[in-house]
C-alpha cells in the first residue's frame, strides 16, 4: 500500500501552477498522486497561457548551461517555454537530462511491488523505475494473484459471486474482467443462489429441478470446475443388448438412464437406431408385455 501524502498549505498552493508532472518531480511524489489531489481540490489544470515567466538576468545566464528540463523545473514552467526561450536568442541546448544512478539497495526493490509505489519509496517516476526494471529483465510484480484462483470464473458467474469466493469487491472483479476483456456473465435466473448445489447433486436432478436442460447445468458446472457427484455408470450386457432394439427414450426408461446417454452410448458403439414408427409398435409391445 503506497504512504499516504501529507499535504502541507505550501504543496496545495503549488497544484495548478505547473504541470503534475512537473510538480511531481519538485514534490518527489508520482504524478498520479498530484492529479488525484489536484481534482479533490478541485483546481484547473495548469495550460500553457499561464506560463508567464519573468526571465530574470540569472535565469537568462543558465539558458544552454543547463537542460531545459533542469531549468524549466526551477523555473515552475512547462520545458516548452524554456527551449522556447532559448531557440529564439539562438542559444544551443545545453547539457541533456541526467539519468538516475540506481543504488544496490534500490535495485533489489524493484519487482517488489507496483511500479508506482516503488516511485514513490524513492522519490522517482513510475517511467524511471519501469524503464530500469526492464533494463534488467525483472517481471513486472503482480499484486492479483487472486484473480488466478477465479480467473476461470469471470463472464461466467455474475461479479458478485465470483467477488465472495475470492473476498474482494464486485468492482474490483469487475475491473479485473474488463481489463482481460471478458465480457459480463449473463446468468440463468435459475443459478441465483445454487451454487452449493453443484456437485453434490446429480446435473439431471439439478436440471429437473430448476427446468433446465442436463446440458446447461452441466456445462455450467464444467465450467465453474466443480467435479461431478456421481461416477460414471458402466453399461452391463444385457442394457447393450437394448440399445438399437428399442428407441433410446426407451432403453434410458428400463436402465434408469438419461436419453441423451443412451443416444451417446449407441452412437459411440455406432449401433443404428430404429424407425421411429417401428419404435412406437416396440413401445407398445413393451408395455403389454409389462
Known amino acids: 500500500m503506497p504512504k499516504k501524502t501529507d499535504w502541507t498549505s505550501e504543496m496545495l498552493s503549488l497544484l495548478g501552477t505547473m504541470p503534475d508532472k512537473m510538480l511531481a518531480e519538485r514534490l518527489g511524489l508520482h504524478h498520479a498522486t498530484v492529479w488525484r489531489e489536484r481534482t479533490r481540490q478541485k483546481r484547473g489544470a495548469w495550460t500553457l497561457r499561464q506560463s508567464a515567466v519573468t526571465w530574470t538576468p540569472k535565469a537568462l545566464a543558465q539558458l544552454g548551461r543547463v537542460s531545459d528540463y533542469q531549468l524549466a523545473l526551477q523555473l515552475g514552467v512547462n520545458s516548452g517555454v524554456v527551449r522556447g ?56 510484480f503482480r499484486s492479483g494473484r487472486w484473480v488466478d484462483a477465479v480467473l476461470h470464473q469471470l463472464g461466467v458467474v455474475p461479479d458478485e459471486q465470483a467477488a465472495q469466493l475470492v473476498g474482494k469487491s464486485a468492482e474490483t472483479v469487475r475491473k479485473a474482467r474488463r481489463k482481460r476483456g471478458i465480457p459480463a456473465a449473463r446468468a440463468p435466473g435459475w443459478f441465483d443462489g445454487h451454487l452449493a448445489e453443484m456437485g453434490t447433486k446429480s446435473d439431471s436432478l439439478i436440471a429437473q429441478q430448476h427446468g433446465v436442460s442436463i446440458t446447461t447445468v452441466a456445462k455450467l458446472r464444467k465450467t465453474l470446475r466443480i467435479p461431478s457427484d456421481t461416477k460414471r455408470r458402466a453399461w452391463r450386457p444385457e442394457e447393450l443388448e437394448l440399445l438399437g432394439k428399442f428407441s433410446d427414450a426407451e432403453v434410458a426408461r428400463r436402465t434408469g438412464r438419461t436419453r441423451s446417454g443412451a443416444a451417446m452410448e449407441r452412437m459411440n458403439r455406432r449401433i443404428p437406431g430404429i424407425d421411429p414408427r417401428e419404435a412406437v409398435r416396440l413401445y407398445r409391445q413393451a408395455r403389454l408385455l409389462v
Not at 93 to 98: A, E, F, K, M, W
Not at 105 to 116: F, I, K, M, P, R
Open 85 to 140: 526561450k532559448r531557440r529564439s536568442l539562438g542559444i544551443p541546448s545545453g547539457s541533456p537530462r541526467p539519468r538516475r544512478v540506481w543504488t544496490e539497495a534500490e535495485v533489489t526493490l524493484l519487482g517488489t511491488a507496483s511500479d508506482q509505489e516503488i516511485a514513490e519509496q524513492l522519490g522517482c517516476t513510475s517511467n524511471q523505475v519501469g524503464y530500469a526494471r526492464k533494463q534488467r529483465n525483472i517481471p513486472r
